[in-house]
């Protein structure tokens, strides 16, 4: 993603950035509560079940969201099974030949962390990422339009 991240809706609305006219217009894909893929580990599983109940609940997946939904869940489950042996064993190992390297484990849990990462921005599952897939509350009439207010009949311009 280029330029700078979007704020969330609710730093949009202090600030006085939030337009009120709720994001884009594009279409959107029915609310839809996609199937667990049968592939998933348990871990895995046990995250899909989660996670697809809540983001149902806001609205933000649909049936279209399956694939990257399923690679998320995968990705936290084989971080969670890297973590689980990097208790088990240091962090770094010694070599017959007398070097000391990094645990193999630790190298699968950063690259699982990363990919979840990448995931979270684009499912919304962090609060920046939330402002960009939903849509901002509607917060009144625009500055140039004049609603039916008492105070609106100073704001209208005057006639000549």
Known sequence: MRGRKPKPADLLVISGGASGSGGSHARKPANSLPTCPAHLSPTAKAE??????????????SQLDRAALAAYCQAYGRWTEAEKK?????????????YIQPS???????????????FM????????????????????????????????????PRPL
């Open 48 to 61: 899909w079940k989660r996670l697809a109940a809540e983001m149902h609940r806001l609205g933000i997946i």
């Open 86 to 98: 990097l208790k088990e064993t240091p962090a770094l190992i010694k070599l017959p030949s007398g």
């Open 104 to 118: 193999p484990w630790l190298g699968i849990a950063n690259k699982q962390l990363d990919i979840m990462h990448k």
């Open 121 to 156: 921005g684009e499912l919304g599952l962090s609060p920046v990422s939330r402002s960009r897939v939903s849509k901002l509350p509607h917060l009144g009439p625009k500055p140039w339009e004049f609603g039916d207010r008492p105070a609106d009949k100073y704001l209208r």
